[in-house]
């Protein structure tokens, strides 16, 4: 496997990142274990991939002919190494939400319309994300990172609301943590996405 093939699976593996929000967002929104059982599958897929990326790519650093060829096999392996932790906060987020269900915790209204207007951005974020990887835009890159500045303010923001929520009796301690939790993660995600395209 050469470093071209790497790269083009490098973009699968950001294209099934982006599946699994889409399947997890489906999950959330209409109460379906079937499509968070999928975005699972495309998690372990993206584990699969990461693994073996990994070793293709070490194989070829032993083998690198220029410092040039080093740096970009550095930063495709780094890009790998995100892709995945990306997939971990995306399961991370299934597990939240499947405990959400099995206990019936509820969220006001204000915390789901917040929480979903989140999730969005940084949907969009990933989104952004993997149409970089394809063509390098110095444009899109600056999109991707003033995403992500948006969605750490909001979250910051949504957690000070849900906080006062809380104190107030609106929601319960246990549902009050998962949707902390869920934003957090929600963060996360949109970080390592910036994170990706600043590594170019």
């Known amino acids: 496997m050469g470093i071209n093939e790497i790269k083009t699976q490098v973009i699968s593996m950001a294209d099934k990142v982006y599946d699994m929000l889409g399947l997890i967002e489906q999950g ?63 399961a991370n987020l299934v597990e939240r939400i499947e405990i959400k269900n099995a206990e019936h915790l509820l969220f006001s209204d204000t915390g789901m319309a917040q929480f979903n207007e989140t999730y969005g951005i940084m949907k969009k974020s990933a989104d952004m994300m993997r149409v970089f990887l394809k063509g390098k835009s110095v444009e899109l890159k600056e999109r991707v990172v003033d995403n992500g500045f948006r969605v750490k303010a909001l979250v910051q923001r949504y957690r000070e609301e849900h906080t006062e929520r809380l104190v107030k009796g609106i929601c319960t301690p246990i549902a009050a943590n998962m949707y902390f939790d869920m934003l957090d993660f929600t963060g996360n995600l949109a970080r390592h996405a910036s994170s990706i395209v600043k590594l170019f």
Request: charged share 40%; proline share 0%; hydrophobic share 35%.
């Open 28 to 90: 959330f929104m209409e109460h379906s274990s079937e499509f968070l059982a999928d975005a699972m599958e495309r998690e372990r897929e993206i584990n699969e991939t990461e693994k073996a990326l990994t070793q293709k790519v070490l194989d070829l650093s032993k083998s690198a002919k220029s410092e040039r060829d080093r740096k970009g096999l550095i930063a495709l392996e780094q890009v790998i190494e995100t892709l995945e932790r990306m997939g971990d906060e995306a």
